[in-house]
């Protein structure tokens, strides 16, 4: 009887494990909320990580107005056009976030 319920116990304990994630590995409740543009424009997000904020602006694909970014983005050679610009890396400074969103 015992060996049947650690059994049971042990498949529970295999088949529920990959459900949970850890609290550090989900973003705080205000980025989860938010549209990925929204984030990647939020001053508090951009001091951050720049190159976090590219990678954010990278994930939202064809929702958001890239021509807004043109003042504020350099353009690389040979790096993929991502809609009518090429960022390889942004130059967005905190202040000029507000004036685009």
Do not use: C, H
Request: glycine letters at 2%; proline letters at 12%; hydrophobic letters at 50%.
């Amino acid at each position: 009887m015992k060996i049947k319920t650690l059994a049971l116990l042990a498949i529970l304990v295999i088949l529920l494990a990959p459900a949970y994630v850890p609290m550090s590995a989900q973003p705080p409740p205000s980025r989860r909320k938010m549209p990925a543009w929204k984030a990647y424009l939020d001053p508090e997000f951009l001091s951050l990580d720049p190159d976090l904020s590219v990678r954010a602006i990278l994930a939202v694909g064809k929702d958001f107005d890239y021509s807004l970014l043109a003042p504020y983005a350099r353009v690389a050679r040979g790096t993929p056009p991502i809609g009518n610009i090429k960022l390889i890396r942004t130059i967005i400074k905190p202040k000029d976030a507000n004036k685009i969103a």
